[in-house]
T-cell receptor
Framework: GQQVQQSPASLVLQEGENAELQCNFS?????MQWFYQRPEGSLVSLFYNPSGTKQSGRLTSTTVIKERRSSLHISSSQITDSGTYLC?????????????FGSGTRLQVYA | EAAVTQSPRNKVAVTGGKVTLSCNQT?????MYWYRQDTGHGLRLIHY?????STEKGDIPDGYKASRPSQENFSLILELATPSQTSVYFC????WGTGDNQAPLFGEGTRLSVL
């Protein structure tokens, strides 16, 4: 079965609302990473977060290894946050950078 | 500025034809990767490389070959393209070690249609 499951699959928010994106993984891992995929397709790294909480502006990532989950919180969403958010895990037995991705959460923010 | 450049950006190929996707990185990274992205599957690893001259199979290597002639260049080769290989392909480069520089850098993607 799929090793990385993301939820929700899609999310629609009004500008200013908060969002909580979840990622659950079924195997042990070295790290969890979050990426943002722009509507035109390019990928941007948001967080490399093996454990604990990291914050960057309005984005906060929390990874709890023993619970096999990671979350991405977006506060005060903006229209420019629209796109797809992907989590990816690096497993303990894999080469650094060899990532297993979730299917993504498609976020749409409207005015 | 660190960069990963893919070419072509768009490609239409015929079934049974040969397709080569090219990737160039100016980051001096040892590791390079090829992923494909399909609706409902996220990104899946096809091949990767530790350095010039090395290629390794990823999770879905069937129907693909890879070539790493130099540190900077990594190609993905479809010897006999099939419609099931219609997808968006991403190249990435990365480094060993730990820390915030671990995240690989991705190219802009190549949209391939096999008719």
């Amino acid at each position: 079965g799929q090793q990385v499951q993301q939820s929700p699959a899609s999310l629609v928010l009004q500008e200013g609302e908060n969002a909580e994106l979840q990622c659950n993984f079924s195997t042990s891992l070295n790290s969890m990473q979050w990426f943002y995929q722009r509507p035109e397709g390019s990928l941007v790294s948001l967080f490399y977060n093996p454990s604990g909480t990291k914050q960057s502006g309005r984005l906060t990532s929390t990874t709890v290894i023993k619970e096999r989950r990671s979350s991405l919180h977006i506060s005060s969403s903006q229209i420019t946050d629209s796109g797809t958010y992907l989590c990816a895990m690096e497993q303990g037995t894999q080469v650094v950078g060899q990532l297993t991705f979730g299917s993504g959460t498609r976020l749409q923010v409207y005015a | 500025e660190a960069a990963v450049t893919q070419s072509p950006r768009n490609k239409v190929a015929v079934t049974g034809g040969k397709v080569t996707l090219s990737c160039n990185q100016t980051n001096n990274h040892n590791n390079m990767y090829w992923y494909r992205q399909d609706t409902g599957h996220g990104l899946r690893l096809i091949h990767y490389s530790y350095g010039a001259g090395s290629t390794e199979k990823g999770d879905i290597p069937d129907g693909y070959k890879a070539s790493r002639p130099s540190q900077e260049n990594f190609s993905l080769i479809l010897e006999l393209a099939t419609p099931s290989q219609t997808s968006v392909y991403f190249c990435a480069s990365g480094v060993w070690g730990t820390g915030d520089n671990q995240a690989p850098l991705f190219g802009e993607g190549t949209r391939l249609s096999v008719l």
